[in-house]
């Protein structure tokens, strides 16, 4: 299976600052990486594919980089909405696996 | 607009199994393939498996493999995962999400469920 690591586990920021996570994969996965924000009580939301492909309605403050085992997710601009826990995964081969979670807080 | 809508929550005794639904809307069903992902209380997602709603070919993961079945009901647009043999290992918010490969899985999982909580307790 790939091993998806991502840092920091949690980050404390204010709003309007640019927070930057990082996420890496035990193997090389070329561009086949998704991220995700989850809010308290609710399922996963899909912000990016593909590493850097911003789905339909997602802010333009969120962008995604990277291939092959490093990968990050930058927010510029945080806003009180982005704050939430925000998960890799890696859709290069079964099984699918997630970062164990970034938690962004309010400083 | 694409809509999941799972069925309710589960309490199950240990050893017993659970069946969760998921009823697809707003698409042509068969388009899409559906993953089944649980998420225990604070941890992360973890993914469980794959069906393609086109040809019923499914991906289980191999923590999952001999205890799980997933299935589609292409005349009522239903996805349907089965756990079998449940411990308290296995409580959890189970989500069904759509994935837009047909045939074969894209790895991205887009429209999600609103959830099902599974309880484990004697």
């Known amino acids: 299976d790939v091993q998806m690591t991502q840092s920091p586990s949690s980050v404390s920021a204010s709003v309007g600052d640019r927070v930057t996570i990082t996420c890496r994969a035990s193997?090389?996965?070329?561009?086949?990486l998704a991220w995700y924000q989850q809010k308290p009580g609710k399922a996963p939301k899909l912000l990016i594919s593909?590493?850097?492909s911003l789905q339909s309605g997602v802010p333009s403050r969120f962008s995604g980089s990277g291939s092959g085992t490093d990968f990050t997710l930058t927010i510029n601009g945080l806003q009180p909405e982005d704050f939430a826990t925000y998960y890799c995964?890696?859709?290069?081969?079964?099984?699918?696996?997630f970062g164990q979670g970034t938690k962004l807080e309010i400083k | 607009q694409v809509q999941l809508v799972q069925s309710g929550a589960e309490v199950k005794k240990p050893g017993a199994s659970v069946k969760v639904s998921c009823k697809a809307s707003?698409?042509?069903?068969?388009?899409?393939?559906i993953n089944w992902v649980r998420q225990a209380p604070g941890q992360g997602p973890e993914w469980m498996g794959w069906?393609?709603?086109?040809?019923?070919?499914?991906n289980y993961a191999p923590k999952f493999q001999g205890r799980v079945t997933m299935s589609t009901d292409t005349s009522t647009t239903t996805a349907y995962m089965e756990l079998r043999s449940l411990t308290s290992d296995d409580i959890a918010v189970y989500y069904c999400?759509?994935?837009?490969?047909?045939?074969?899985?894209?790895?991205?999982?887009?429209?999600w469920g609103q959830g099902t909580l599974v309880t484990v307790s004697s």
């Open positions: 999400a759509t994935d837009r490969g047909m045939s074969d899985s894209n790895g991205y999982q887009d429209y």
């Open positions: 707003g698409y042509t069903f068969t388009s899409y393939s």
């Open positions: 069906i393609s709603s086109y040809n019923g070919n499914t």
């Open positions: 193997q090389g996965i070329s561009t086949w």
């Open positions: 593909a590493a850097s």
């Open positions: 995964q890696q859709a290069s081969s079964f099984p699918y696996t």
